[in-house]
């Protein structure tokens, strides 16, 4: 699994402004609802739930907001890189300023776990965080994303 299997250019937000961690889950719901043809409510409260178990913020500035629902076909990814880092009670206590939300249908088990692992590993590398933290382009920030070669390294 690749990270363009997840994402688009489209599900990518180079200057998300939100101010605390229920408005990023809030606003993330409300962009992915059209991308998954679900409403946002329902988005939002898989997201909210899950959070409420423990802080999907995985350190390094890097939080990933994920849930299943069952009316999913696949999963979908969305990016989103803030204007500026929220608290998000991430396991290393800093604050979060690049997220990547993955959804995914209720029975996709090792799927779901093989891209979050997929996720994870790519967003724990240094020098691509500081990659896309330098950019506020969206095609840029897909580019970075998806690039083939960074994204085996990491």
């Known amino acids: 699994m690749e990270i363009d299997d997840l994402i688009t250019p489209a599900s990518v937000i180079a200057n998300l402004r939100v101010a605390n961690k229920r408005q990023a889950l809030q606003e993330l719901a409300r962009r992915a609802a059209p991308l998954t ?10 997201l909210w739930e899950r959070e409420r178990l423990g802080s999907t913020g995985i350190g390094n500035g890097v939080a990933v907001p994920h849930g299943k629902l069952a009316q999913l076909d696949r999963l979908h990814g969305l990016f989103a890189r803030l204007e500026r880092p929220i608290d998000f009670e991430a396991i290393d206590g800093q604050p979060v300023d690049l997220m990547f939300l993955l959804l995914a ?12 692992a997929r996720v994870s ?20 920030l897909y580019a970075l994303l998806t690039d083939r070669a960074a994204s085996h390294a990491a």
């Open 37 to 46: 043809k679900r409403d946002e409510r329902s988005l939002f409260e898989v």
């Open 105 to 116: 249908p209720e029975n996709a088990g090792a799927d779901h776990l093989k891209a979050l």
């Open 121 to 140: 590993r790519l967003l724990r590398d240094r020098a691509i965080c500081e990659k896309l933290r330098g950019t506020d382009r969206a095609d840029a």
